[in-house]
């Protein structure tokens, strides 16, 4: 079966420092990588997607980056945090092919200050 | 890309009675997803419809899909106070490979 981690699952980091959150797949290969930030009470908003190491779809201009320098691993870093950095972060995956369903992490929860 | 728009925005039932939330999309769609968020917490998916279906049926969820109105209704039946999470429309652009995500119900259900 497949799982997918995050962490850490909650982040208090002051303006200005820097950011790394780290997603790891288990039980699949090759899989689709997603970055979303949710905001208190609202949607999802797409950050990144990785179709394999080293591709990086950015969707939102910002101060945030991902890398993926594995196959099952994805990272989302910042130079320098902002306030409005604020969030739930959620990593999710899906097959490459054959089914278009989404699989979240439990999410990090970041605040800064 | 621009999220969907679902209404409403928050529902209060009581156990038993049935839930209805909409959602409304603005592009051509491949498919339409649904997913459910308990507080603080990563989604679950619930059940996709493909633009080509107009209704599916999970256990007690229902959903209904109209191209032509651009609109998904998710239906649950017969609620429980466990169904009390948070439920969000995610679609598929065609030709796109990421998923743009509604702006979600609040539902609670009162035992």
Redesign the interface.
């Known amino acids: 079966s497949q799982t997918i981690h995050q962490w850490p699952a909650t982040l208090v980091q002051p303006v200005g420092s820097p950011l790394s959150l780290e997603c790891t797949v288990e039980g699949t290969s090759n899989p689709n990588l997603y970055w979303y930030r949710q905001a208190a009470g609202r949607g999802l908003q797409l950050l990144f997607y990785s179709v394999g190491i080293g591709q990086i779809s950015s969707e939102v201009p910002q101060n945030l980056s991902a890398s993926r320098p594995q196959d099952r691993q994805f990272i989302l870093s910042s130079k320098k945090l902002l306030l409005s950095d604020s969030g739930f972060y959620l990593c999710a995956w899906k097959w490459t092919s054959g089914s278009y369903e989404q699989y979240f992490g439990p999410g990090t929860r970041l605040t800064v200050t | ?1 621009q ?1 969907g728009e ?1 209404d409403p925005q928050a529902l209060s039932i009581q156990e038993g009675e049935n839930a209805t939330m909409n959602c409304s999309y603005k592009t051509s769609i ?2 339409l ?1 649904w ?1 459910r968020q308990n507080s ?6 619930l059940i ?1 419809i493909r633009s080509n279906e107009r209704e599916k049926h999970s256990g007690r969820l229902r959903v209904t899909l109209d191209t032509s109105k651009k609109s998904s209704s998710l239906l649950i039946t017969a609620s429980r106070a466990a169904d009390t999470a948070s439920y ?1 429309c ?1 679609h ?1 652009d065609t030709g796109r ?8 119900t ?1 539902l609670q259900v009162q035992p």
């Open positions: 890309s999220q679902e491949n498919n997803q997913y603080g917490r990563g989604l679950v998916h996709l969000f995610a598929m490979r990421a998923l743009t995500f509604g702006s979600g609040r």
